[in-house]
C-alpha cells in the first residue's frame, strides 16, 4: 500500500501568532507540494519555529487557516496527527532513557504491541547506525547520533509530512551530510518534508522549494535557482593592498560587472554580486573578468574569493536590512506562561 | 590470542554512512496499527516513569529518606511533651505524617512535567495521536508508585519504633488506599501548575506556599480543639484535616464514614477541577 500522496501537504494562509508583544507571525502564506523537501529559510526569530509549531498542531494561531493534507490544524488536530511527525529544535526523545526505550516507548504509544515494537526500534536503529547504542542513554549520545535517534523517532510511523525544525544547527559538517542524506531517502519514499534552517546552502541542497520568512512574513518564495538568480548567484570579496587604490577598483570593478559595488567597513575591502539574472555569463566567467580587468589597470589585489550568496547577503538583498537574531522560543515560554 | 584481535577490530567505532538500502525498509509504509486504548496509552506513559526510576534512581530519596526524616524527627520532638511519651504519640501521630509526607511529595509531579516541557520531549508527546490526557495520567500512575512507597517505608519504621494500628492489616491497606486516591487526585493541582508557572523553581515555591499551610494547619501534629477558634474553623474545612480523620479511622479499626466521605468528595473535585484547567491549559499552549 502506498501513501504516497499529490497535491498540497500544506496551505496555509494569513497565518498570525503573538507572544505577548512579540509579532511571531504576521501573516504566513505558505503552500508545499506533497512529496518534496520544503524549506523555511530565515534567521532565529524570523517566526519558522512558531510556523512549524502552529502547522503540527502544537500551538494555535490567533488568526488565518492551515491545512495539511486538506485537514485543519485547528478544528481536526487529531486526524493532522496521525499523518505527521516533528523533529523539534529541542530534545524531543527522553535522554534518561536508552536509544531502545525511547523507540520501544513511542512504537507503542503508536499502537505497535511489545514484540512489534521492539522489533521496529531495532530495525530503525539498525538503519540509523544506533545499534551499539542502543542500550545507552541519549544523554551519552554524541550531537550526530542525537540528531539520528530524533529523526528515528519521527519516521517509526513512515508520516505523511515530517516536520524537521532546524535539523542541523550545531552539528559537524560530517554529522550534517547524514542527516542531508537521511532527509533525502525519505523524501524519496514519499514522505514531504517541512525543513526549516538559517542555512542557505542547507536549503539549496535539499530543498524542491524555499520559502524566505522575516518578520513572521514570506518575503520570497520559489526555487533555490529562482531564489539565487533573483539576488545574484555569487558574491566576490577582495582586499587590496593598497587603501588609496580602493576607488579605482570600484570603477573597474563597476564597469566589468555592471553591478553596485559595496565598500565595507575595512578600508581594503570591497563587495559586489555576481551572476545577477540578465548578464550572459556566469558567475565564475565574471569574476575572471574582473580579475583581469583589475591587473590590467594595475591594481594589487591580496585576496579575491568567489563564494554563494550568504543568508545575510541574501536577507540584505531582499529586505535591506541584515538577519538579526532574536530567540523565538524564549519569547514563546515567556509569553504563553 | 586471535580471538582478542578480531573482538577489538569488530569495536573499533565506525563512521556512520546512510545506506539507502538500509533506510528503505524502514521507510516502507506498513500497515498502521490501531490506536491505543486510553488506559493502554496511559500505562505505556506509566512504563515511561518506571523506567526512568531505573536510570534516575535518586529521585527515589525524595520518598524515602524524606519521610523517614520526618516520622523520626517529630515523633521524638513531639512525643514527650505531646502524649507523654514518643511511642504513645506515635499511635496518633503516624497516620498524620505518612498524610504529610506524601501529600508533600505529590509537587514533584509538577516539577517533573515543568521539567519535561522546559526539555522539549512534551512537544512530541502532543504531536502523537492518542488519548490526550494520557501523557500525564501515565505520569501521575509513576508517582503513585512512589506514593504507596512513601506510605509503605512510613508504616514500616512506625511499626519498628511501635506503632500498633488496631484496624490490622484490612484498616492499614484500607488506609493507604485512601490516601493514594487523594494524593492521584491532589496531584492534578501540580500538573496545573507544572504547566503555568515559568520554572521548576516557581513551581517548588507555589508548592511550598499550598502545602505546608495545608499540613500543619491540621490534625495532624495535635487534636484542633487545642487551638483559637478562627485557626479551628480553617483546619476543620482543610481536606487534610479529613483525610487525616479517615486514614486515622480506618487504621484504628474505627472508621469515620463522614471523613470518608469527604474525602472522597474533595478528591473527586481536585480531578474535575484541576484536571479540567490542566488539560485545557495542554492543549492550549
Redesign the interface.
Known amino acids: 500500500m502506498s501513501r504516497r500522496t499529490t497535491g498540497l501537504a500544506i496551505e496555509a494562509e494569513g497565518l498570525t501568532r503573538s507572544f505577548g508583544d512579540t509579532r511571531a507571525l504576521a501573516g504566513i502564506d505558505l503552500q508545499v507540494p506533497a512529496g518534496t523537501v520544503y524549506g523555511l529559510l530565515g534567521p532565529n526569530g524570523a517566526g519558522k519555529t512558531t510556523a512549524v509549531r502552529v502547522l503540527a498542531t502544537l500551538l494555535r494561531p490567533d488568526g488565518g487557516s492551515a491545512r495539511v493534507f486538506g485537514h485543519d490544524v485547528v478544528t481536526e488536530a487529531d486526524k493532522v496527527r496521525s499523518r505527521v511527525s516533528l523533529t523539534g529544535q529541542y530534545a524531543s526523545v527522553d535522554e534518561d532513557l536508552t536509544g531502545t526505550e525511547n523507540l520501544v516507548l513511542l512504537a507503542r504509544l503508536l499502537g505497535l504491541r511489545k514484540p512489534a515494537a521492539r522489533e521496529r526500534a531495532a530495525a530503525l536503529l539498525a538503519a540509523f547506525g544506533l545499534t551499539d547504542a542502543s542500550d545507552r542513554q541519549v544523554k551519552k549520545y554524541s550531537g550526530g547520533m542525537r540528531r539520528r535517534i530524533d529523526i528515528a523517532a519521527s519516521i517509526l510511523n513512515t508520516p505523511d509530512l515530517l516536520f524537521l525544525d532546524e535539523p542541523t544547527t550545531g552539528l559537524d559538517p560530517r554529522s550534517r551530510n547524514q542527516v542531508w542524506e537521511i532527509v533525502r531517502a525519505v523524501v524519496s519514499h514519499g514522505t514531504t518534508v517541512l525543513l526549516t534552517t538559517q542555512y542557505l546552502d542547507e536549503a539549496d541542497q535539499l530543498a524542491g522549494r524555499i520559502a524566505v520568512v522575516d518578520h513572521g512574513r514570506v518575503i520570497a518564495e520559489g526555487t533555490p535557482g529562482e531564489l539565487k538568480s533573483s539576488i545574484g548567484s555569487g558574491t566576490v570579496h577582495l582586499r587590496l593592498r593598497d587603501p588609496a587604490q580602493r576607488p579605482e577598483a570600484e570603477r573597474v570593478l563597476r564597469e566589468a560587472l555592471d553591478v553596485p559595488v559595496q565598500l565595507a567597513a575595512d578600508p581594503v575591502a570591497l563587495t559586489a554580486r555576481v551572476g545577477e539574472a540578465g548578464t550572459d555569463l556566469d558567475a565564475s566567467a565574471q569574476a575572471a573578468r574582473a580579475l583581469s580587468d583589475l591587473a590590467r589597470a594595475g591594481i594589487v589585489v591580496d585576496n579575491f574569493s568567489l563564494g554563494q550568496p550568504s543568508l545575510d547577503e541574501v536577507f540584505l538583498a531582499l529586505t535591506d536590512h541584515p538577519a538579526v537574531p532574536t530567540d523565538e522560543r524564549d519569547d514563546e515560554l515567556e509569553a504563553a506562561r | 590470542m586471535s580471538d582478542t584481535t578480531t573482538t577489538t577490530a569488530e569495536r573499533a567505532p565506525?563512521?556512520?554512512?546512510?545506506?539507502?538500502e538500509?533506510?528503505?525498509?524502514?521507510?516502507?509504509?506498513?500497515?498502521?496499527?490501531?490506536?491505543?486504548s486510553a488506559l493502554g496509552?496511559s500505562l505505556?506513559?506509566g512504563?515511561?516513569a518506571m523506567?526512568?526510576i531505573k536510570?534516575?534512581p535518586e529521585q527515589l530519596f525524595d520518598v524515602t529518606a524524606f519521610p523517614i526524616i520526618m516520622v523520626l524527627m517529630f515523633t521524638y520532638l513531639f512525643g514527650g511533651a505531646l502524649a507523654g511519651s514518643p511511642r504513645e504519640y506515635l499511635q496518633f501521630f503516624l497516620p498524620g505524617i505518612m498524610v504529610t509526607s506524601v501529600v508533600m511529595i505529590t509537587m514533584y509531579t509538577g516539577i517533573g512535567l515543568n521539567t519535561d516541557i522546559?526539555?522539549?520531549?512534551f512537544?512530541?508527546?502532543?504531536?502523537?495521536?492518542?488519548w490526550r490526557p494520557?501523557a500525564l495520567v501515565g505520569m501521575i500512575f509513576g508517582d503513585v508508585l512512589r506514593y504507596i512507597l512513601a506510605a509503605v517505608v512510613i508504616l514500616g519504621l512506625g511499626l519498628v519504633l511501635g506503632f500498633r494500628p488496631e484496624g490490622g492489616v484490612v484498616g492499614v491497606a484500607t488506609g493507604i488506599g485512601l490516601l493514594v486516591i487523594f494524593s492521584f487526585a491532589f496531584s492534578w493541582v501540580w500538573t496545573f501548575f507544572g504547566l503555568?508557572?515559568?520554572s521548576e523553581k516557581s513551581v517548588m515555591g507555589v508548592s511550598m506556599m499550598v502545602l505546608f499551610p495545608l499540613t500543619f494547619l491540621s490534625n495532624v501534629f495535635v487534636e484542633p480543639s487545642t487551638m483559637p477558634g478562627w485557626l479551628q474553623a480553617f483546619v476543620k474545612v482543610n481536606p487534610v484535616t479529613q483525610l487525616v480523620a479517615a486514614i486515622r479511622g480506618a487504621m484504628s479499626g474505627d472508621s469515620d464514614p463522614s471523613a470518608t466521605m469527604w474525602l472522597l468528595l474533595w478528591s473527586a473535585g481536585f480531578v474535575l477541577v484541576f484536571g479540567t484547567l490542566t488539560m485545557y491549559r495542554y492543549n492550549?499552549?
Open positions: 565506525s563512521v556512520y554512512v546512510p545506506s539507502a538500509a533506510l528503505a525498509t524502514v521507510l516502507a509504509p506498513g500497515a498502521r496499527p490501531p490506536r491505543p496509552a505505556t506513559f512504563w515511561r523506567l526512568k536510570h534516575v522546559e526539555k522539549g520531549i512537544d512530541r508527546f502532543r504531536t502523537l495521536p492518542v494520557a503555568i508557572l515559568r492550549r499552549r
